[in-house]
């Protein structure tokens, strides 16, 4: 299973055509392609026509689309980036894929292992990119993490844990009664990264209670699952997903519990990650140790890798209100604000030089399905009172 390093920014004389579809969230992203040193040209598409002007009146430079069989059909389109509803995510990475045009589509990728299994076919037949928009894991906090992990600041980590609260009531109608896990990926995913291993058995325990119209959609009667992780390197983890009816701030979290040093994320979203250190003994007054070694907790900035990124979108790690264009360097050595904690550019970065270096995206088709299974078999296991399940080996 490839659980590749993420790649620092080297030029290419390559530029691609893009084409972004799904504009209510996907504008988002507009701007950073636009500024990508590495692209050409950028289309946008989205079935609301009034969006799509609005849209194209702020960013003149784009090409509209008038529908996706348009987008399918136009052989100089090099990539598209889905930003569409769940329920069509797949019909829409495979015909992208098998139209010759590499894809990349934001969470899930799919709501069963059938479909799983079809998409990674269909990359392999094709031979194209394919991409994963997981925010979760070009946050700054998954990167301050993963340097102190590649820095040993851990030691051994001994357990991991993940939790994404979010409240989905007056959301458009498929989110209703949907399965915690089944949208789990922003909780699940950094733990794999940081594990580099894949998840092999999940357990699955439903939660609470919900009112009845909102368990007819998908038969799922929970509000809240949690579930247990076992890595194949034996490593253990836990998450836990709310989607309706609890009173919890939105956050999507990790934690990361080692043997020196831990991180965890902060309770309250505007507040500071903590690191706690754990310290050698210390003796009392009759020379013996004290029970307990000593351990210190400190609010600590995550910072702002910006310069991970090219620098035409490095500003993009930030709010547009939080950039100075006065004094960029300024507003870039603060904590990254942008879109997911500054995750946007990232993403678009990762994506795009996965296609012109011709080789796998950091979170792909192989163990992005490995993250979006641990969701599924974890509500499987759910509604069968908490069975161990074991996850198909897509490798």
């Known amino acids: ?25 996907g504008a988002a992203f507009i701007p950073i392609y636009i500024n990508h040193p590495d692209v050409a040209t950028v289309g946008i598409f989205d079935p609301d026509v009034p969006l799509v002007k609005n849209i194209a009146l702020r960013y003149g ?23 569409s509803p769940i329920p069509i995510h797949v019909e829409q990475t495979l015909a992208v894929l098998n139209t010759g045009k590499h894809c990349a589509c934001t969470v899930p990728m799919a709501l069963s292992l059938d479909d799983l299994n079809t ?72 733990l794999v990264m940081l594990a580099k291993s894949p998840i092999v058995r999940v357990r699955g325990l439903g939660s609470g209670t919900m009112r ?39 956050t999507e979290q990790f934690t990361v519990y080692g043997s020196k040093k831990s991180f965890e994320w902060q309770q309250i979203e505007k507040e500071l990650p903590v690191i706690h250190s754990l310290f050698p003994p210390r003796n009392g007054d009759d020379g013996k140790p004290l029970r307990g070694l000593p351990v210190t907790a400190e609010r600590v900035p995550t910072g702002n890798y910006h310069t991970l990124l090219p620098e035409q979108i490095q500003r993009f790690t930030v709010k547009a209100e939080d950039y100075d264009e006065t004094n960029p360097q300024l507003s870039l050595d603060r904590d990254a604000s942008g879109g997911h904690g500054g995750s946007h550019p990232h993403m678009v970065h990762e994506f795009i030089r996965s296609i012109i270096e011709n080789r796998k995206s950091w979170i792909n088709e192989i163990n992005g399905a490995n993250i979006v299974a641990a969701g599924i078999c974890a509500h499987e296991s759910a509604m069968k009172g908490g069975e161990i399940i074991t996850i198909p080996d897509f490798s």
């Open 61 to 83: 430079t784009v090409k509209i689309y008038n529908s996706f069989e348009e987008v399918l059909s136009d052989s100089t389109v090099d990539a598209v980036h889905l930003i």
């Open 212 to 250: 009845e119209e909102l368990h007819k959609q998908y038969g799922n009667p929970y509000p809240i699952e949690t579930m247990q992780i076992e890595f194949a390197s034996g490593l253990k983890a836990e998450v836990t997903r709310s989607l309706f009816e609890t009173a919890r701030d939105y």
């Open 119 to 190: 998409i990674i076919k269909t990359v392999k037949k094709t031979g194209k990119s394919y991409c994963v928009m997981e925010t979760a894991v070009y946050t700054t906090h998954f990167f301050k993490a993963k340097e102190m992990l590649s820095k040993g600041e851990f030691g051994s980590i001994q357990f991991l844990r993940g939790a994404h609260y979010q409240d989905m009531e007056f959301w458009p109608d498929y989110w209703k009664g949907l399965p915690p896990m089944f949208y789990g990926t922003h909780a699940i995913a950094p």
């Open 1 to 25: 299973m490839y659980f590749g390093i993420y790649l620092e920014y080297t030029k290419s004389m390559k530029k691609l055509n893009i084409v972004l579809a799904g504009l209510k969230f």
